[in-house]
């Protein structure tokens, strides 16, 4: 692979050591998996590496890493999803997160995991660019640096945003009502 400028190793490194935490932070919002965040941002630094120092021409280097893992890190969690590994990762989280959470009460811990599997599995039926602007809003981040990484317009983040929250919430919503039918037949099938 012939790369437009290579890398200067202090400049890569400076580059890294600046945006990795907040990258991993970002990525963890979605998968809800440390190992799995830190894949997600391997690979963002990887392709950076590739596409050389070109990328800082642009000074935006920062947008341009929260935009790929942003991206990358919702990929992981539709594929996840696809191949049902869900479930088996969400009880490797949860195992993983009670002792963190200060939820020491089972029920309380499972109906958090509930919860927090039912964010993802509506986070994975928007369209990547709503739940990422999603994602980006709720990691903390301004209008603006929402703006400069998904490249839109400041003024248009606002409604971009409402119209996600919407769709999010009307799929969310749906979610819980085919969960409630579905507990109603299982009851009425033990009965």
Known sequence: MVMASTWVEADFENVFREHFERLVRIARRV???DAEAEEVCADTFLKLYRSGQGVLAG????????RVTTR???????RNRRRGRREEQEELDADASSADDGCHD???????????????????????VKAQLLLLRHSGLSYQEIAAIMQIKPAS?????ARAEAEFSAIYQKQHRLDKRTARLEIAKEG
Request: proline share 4%.
């Open 31 to 33: 998968l809800h998996s």
């Open 59 to 66: 000074g935006a280097v920062g947008a341009w890493l929260c």
């Open 72 to 78: 990358a890190s919702i990929d992981r969690l539709r």
């Open 106 to 128: 089972p029920l309380s811990r499972l109906m958090r995991d509930e919860r927090i599997a039912d964010v993802r599995s509506a986070l994975a039926r928007l369209k990547p």
């Open 157 to 161: 983040v606002g409604t971009t945003l």
